[in-house]
């Protein structure tokens, strides 16, 4: 009886280590992927001819940039240090 609730134990803890690690990747790979929307729309903007379509694209550059500080932010201390 005991060998059984140590398996099963022993299996919750690997379970949750998994979604551990899974959920620290997960963050990382949010903050790279706002920061990687600021970059296109940044290219965006640049590559814009008329104002309208360099002030929107700027715009959308800034919001993903507040987006990828607020996630870091946030990540803070809690996601892994390993990429």
Do not use: P
């Not at 309208?52 to 959308?60: I, L, S």
């Amino acid at each position: 009886v005991y060998r059984v609730n140590w398996l099963k134990a022993k299996a919750r803890y690997d379970r949750w280590s998994e979604e551990l690690k899974l959920v620290q990747h997960e963050m990382h790979w949010t903050v790279r992927w706002f920061q990687n929307q600021e970059l296109m729309w940044r290219r965006r903007s640049g590559e814009s001819i008329k104002n309208g379509h360099k002030a929107y694209a700027e715009k959308q550059a800034f919001m993903w940039a507040e987006f990828a500080a607020e996630g870091m932010k946030g990540f803070q201390g809690k996601w892994s240090t390993t990429s």
